[in-house]
């Protein structure tokens, strides 16, 4: 190491010499001859002190650099023996330095000088603060730019959180989770069985759930008939989630007799931050699925709900019980109600009409003002809203707008045949209401009306003509309807059962008979199902362009196809007749928005397909749009659903 004399060394000898000097210049001005030789003493001194001071000065360097040698050394030394990993990187990623922990430890053992280490590690250089899984355990990698000799180089400190990580996994799969379990209509599933087939059944069930909970480390408890409560461990949830809810399935291998077997609908409280959370997502999400038909399970996400399962029919409740409490509960709300609107979906048909036209007949006779709302440029049931106008009169029909205005603070809305707030006639009708009732029979939808004070739903009634007409039965009207009011409820049922064929229950059949009892005249209500002579032949073109893949029947309508929203649906049920056809879709366009109408007679559940291109419906009649794309996207789409449907 090259020393060189410090400025203060220089500077003190100077000072010395200046010292010595000066006083000898003094006296020789005063004329003292010999002034000058009285300087050469102090010269010498000053001369033999600068050396000395320069050489302790040179002895503190060299102390010192020996200082910082040894502690350079103890660094790297304590680098070396440090319990997580350090390396140094230049620009490209070549590895230029690294500690014993880092080659052995990490890398196991693997000589790293020189070579590229994000070819070989796959971590992101960019990122300050990263988390990866390298060789079976789990690092936190830092990093720290800084520069050496004018070289950048980062330097990366990984430290081994397995411990931790191992520890956080154990806690998020040991997370209780509690079940909700209900067999479908338990109580009429079994009141006609004879008892030693009702004891069988019941111990089947409990075997089932029994076996389903050995395999885990959870625990079942029954609450009432038909009703379980699990709680398991979310490692054990993730499994059945994966499985798709097997159970499900081994269900419907359990028979009362010939014909009904046993189905499931489950709520799972999953994601749950306290136990009280999770049983009362479980209770959100079990309402989802009874909601839906029922034999299936309903998980809770971030997004919303996920389903497994409902492949098969709903049972029909035969018990009407909750439908005369349900009566009860509107009639007291209509009565406290200066002003009734009902209101049905976008693009009504006979059914959402109908229904809306039922009930106002009913409230008209409760003697409160009733207006039902539909936009007739954009309706379906067009030939029902000219009957029941040339009937009534045309004062009970308001326009969206018409209805807004009306809207006061006791005014109630009633929805029927939807219970979606996307679909609804006027959305800004439904956020404007201060009192909502909803009538409705389709499979409960995650965006459902959460605000209705009465929320009648009844997934397993063919229609919502079903549903009103059985409340008119226990209202206390002191009359029956109009026979016109009567005629739209008829042709609502038709229209949503096919003529009696689809999704038909006993009580289709008896509130078909109550109606032909108070005055529905059939053949005016076949009249209403015609149609021109131009939707005949675009329907007849229809049926004729539609391919057959794996039974399932597709066709396409042309832009330019006349009344395509009636014929549509219409060219769906006549595919329905072709052999081998077991679900039939229909593709058109309006409005720059692809629709898609879906039927099948229920060997295959066309709402899961629909609501995987973000439609819904039955599992019989369901539908969906797709805006932004054209008939042939549309059209791939729908096949690649169908490719990955399993029947």
């Not at 053992?109 to 079976?136: C, H, M, N």
């Not at 028979?255 to 931050?273: L, M, P, Q, R, W």
């Not at 206390?476 to 038909?504: H, Q, W």
Request: charged fraction near 25%; aromatic fraction near 8%.
């Amino acid at each position: 190491m090259k020393l060189k004399y410090p400025v203060s060394v220089w500077i003190l000898a100077a000072l010395m010499l200046l010292a010595a000097v000066l006083p000898a210049a003094m006296l020789y001005q005063r004329g003292d001859p010999y002034g000058l030789l009285y300087c050469v003493p102090g010269v010498v001194l000053s001369v033999i002190g600068a050396v000395v001071l320069a050489r302790s000065q040179r002895s503190q360097i060299r102390y010192i650099a020996k200082l910082s040698e040894d502690a350079e050394r103890t660094e790297l030394a304590a680098l070396e023996k440090l319990p997580f990993g350090i390396c140094v990187l230049d620009k490209a990623g070549v590895v230029v330095r690294y500690n014993a922990y880092f080659r052995e430890q990490i890398m196991g053992g693997a000589e790293l000088f020189g070579r590229d280490l994000y070819e070989t590690v796959p971590f992101d250089p960019s990122v300050s603060e990263q988390s990866i899984f390298w060789r079976q355990r789990y690092y936190h990698v830092s990093a720290m730019l800084y520069e050496e000799d004018g070289a950048v180089l980062t330097a990366f400190l990984w430290t081994d959180e397995t411990e931790l990580e191992e520890l956080r996994l154990d806690y998020a799969n040991s997370r209780p989770c509690v079940l909700l379990f209900m067999v479908d209509n338990y109580e009429d599933l079994i009141q006609n069985a004879r008892e030693s087939v009702r004891l069988a059944a019941s111990a089947a069930i409990e075997r089932l759930l029994e076996d389903f909970i050995a395999g885990t480390n959870g625990v079942l408890r029954r609450l009432k008939n038909g009703r379980f409560l699990a709680v398991l461990e979310e490692q054990h949830v993730r499994e059945l989630i994966a499985g798709k809810f097997k159970i499900l399935d081994d269900a419907r291998t359990i028979f009362v007799d010939e014909k009904n077997y046993v189905t499931f609908s489950i709520g799972v409280g999953h994601g749950a931050a306290t136990l009280q959370e999770s049983e009362a997502y479980a209770e959100q999400c079990l309402d989802m699925a009874l909601g839906r038909g029922g034999d299936q399970a309903a998980v809770k996400t971030e997004n919303g709900y996920r389903f497994f399962g409902g492949v098969s029919r709903g049972v029909e409740k035969r018990s009407r019980a909750k439908t005369r409490i349900v009566a009860g509960a509107i009639q007291d709300l209509i009565l406290e109600s200066s002003h009734v609107l009902i209101m049905g979906h976008r693009f009504g048909d006979l059914d959402s009409v109908g229904g809306a036209c039922g009930l106002a007949g009913a409230v008209r006779l409760m003697g409160v003002k009733v207006h039902v709302v539909a936009d007739p440029k954009k309706t379906l049931a067009g030939q029902l809203l000219e009957l029941v106008e040339d009937e009534v009169g045309r004062d009970l029909f308001f326009t969206p707008a018409q209805a807004l205005e009306a809207m006061t603070n006791d005014t109630l809305l009633i929805i029927v045949d939807t219970h979606n707030k996307d679909i609804l006639e006027s959305q800004s009708l439904y956020q404007e209401a201060k009192r909502v009732a909803v009538i409705d029979h389709h499979r409960k939808n995650v965006n459902f009306v959460d605000n209705a004070v009465v929320f009648h739903h009844e997934p397993y009634a063919s229609s919502a003509c079903e549903m009103i007409t059985e409340l008119l039965q226990y209202f206390k009207l002191g009359e029956p309807v109009d026979s016109v009011y009567a005629d739209c409820l008829l042709a609502g049922i038709m229209l949503d059962t096919k003529n009696f064929v689809m999704r038909t229950g006993v009580r289709t059949f008896e509130a078909a008979a109550y109606l032909r009892k108070i005055g529905a005249d059939t053949v005016r209500v076949k009249g209403l199902f015609s149609g021109s002579i131009e939707a005949y032949r675009s329907r007849t073109e229809l049926v004729g362009s539609a391919e057959i893949r794996d039974g399932f029947a597709i066709a396409m309508a042309a832009p330019d196809t006349p009344e395509v929203r009636l014929v549509a649906p219409q060219a769906a049920d006549e595919l329905l007749g072709i052999s081998g056809v077991e679900a039939a879709f229909v593709i058109y366009e309006v409005n720059h928005v692809v629709n898609i109408s879906a039927r099948s007679y229920g060997a295959a559940n066309v709402q899961v397909i629909m609501e995987q291109l973000g439609g819904g419906g039955h599992q019989t009649m369901a539908a969906t749009q797709l805006p932004d794309v054209s008939l042939a996207e549309a059209k791939q789409r729908l096949l690649e659903v169908l490719q990955s449907f399993s029947r």
